[in-house]
T-cell receptor
Framework: NAGVTQTPKFQVLKTGQSMTLQCAQD?????MSWYRQDPGMGLRLIHY???????DQGEVPNGYNVSRSTTEDFPLRLLSAAPSQTSVYFC???????????FGPGTRLTVT | GESVGLHLPTLSVQEGDNSIINCAYS??????FIWYKQESGKGPQFIID?????DKRQGQRVTVLLNKTVKHLSLQIAATQPGDSAVYFC???????????FGRGTSLIVHP
């Protein structure tokens, strides 16, 4: 199993550009989520999904969109990048809501 | 490397000592708690979890203690090694939510 994979590892965007962060898991997990991590602030939940076709907002959803067309993939779209979105983004998946999450290696995004 | 440890509480110990990392949680309805370890430049990695019907759970060199009365969680690491140096996060999940909420984290530094 590859576990949770994320691409790209690094990305630099200009303000106003859009892009998609990719996340995939091969463990047949129903639950998937996106977090951002900023220095000294832990992980903050952006969006999550409890199964294909079902998504919901987390703590900091503004400026981001998600979709879940398959169990394996959960892409995160930045609609119009802003410097405040400079962060490290982690995708995670789990078997269920009372099970541990498996995290991807992260995407470091810089918006100039 | 990552700057996730910036401005985080820090615990410094000598190799071979026992380490105790504390976490205060906020939601009295939380019923599932998890500890994660995050090494520099990597995603968080599951260490151990505990459900609210338990007070203590042991793993390999780690013990988690849960005190629901004062809403406190601790992670004990026995015979701490330099490889244990990392940021440690606690996460809590309430019965009404699907995804855990993370604390800010504690940076553990182990001196050889």
């Amino acid at each position: 199993n590859a576990g949770v994979t994320q691409t790209p590892k690094f990305q630099v965007l200009k303000t106003g550009q859009s892009m998609t962060l990719q996340c995939a898991q091969d463990m047949n997990h129903e639950y998937m989520s996106w977090y951002r991590q900023d220095p000294g602030m832990g992980l903050r939940l952006i969006h999550y999904s409890v199964g294909a076709g079902i998504t919901d907002q987390g703590e900091v959803p503004n400026g981001y969109n998600v979709s879940r067309s398959t169990t394996e993939d959960f892409p995160l779209r930045l609609l119009s990048a802003a410097p405040s979105q400079t962060s490290v983004y982690f995708c995670a998946s789990s078997y269920g809501h009372r099970r541990e999450q498996y995290f991807g290696p992260g995407t470091r995004l810089t918006v100039t | 490397g990552e700057s996730v440890g910036l401005h985080l509480p820090t615990l410094s110990v000598q190799e071979g000592d026992n380490s105790i990392i504390n976490c205060a949680y906020s939601n009295s309805a939380s019923d599932y708690f998890i500890w994660y370890k995050q090494e520099s430049g990597k995603g968080p990695q599951f260490i151990i979890d505990i459900r609210s019907n338990m007070d203590k759970r042991q793993g390999q060199r780690v013990t988690v203690l849960l005190n629901k009365t004062v809403k406190h969680l601790s992670l004990q690491i026995a015979a701490t090694q330099p490889g244990d140096s990392a940021v440690y996060f606690c996460a809590e999940k309430s019965g009404g939510s699907y995804i855990p909420t993370f604390g800010r984290g504690t940076s553990l530094i182990v001196h050889p």
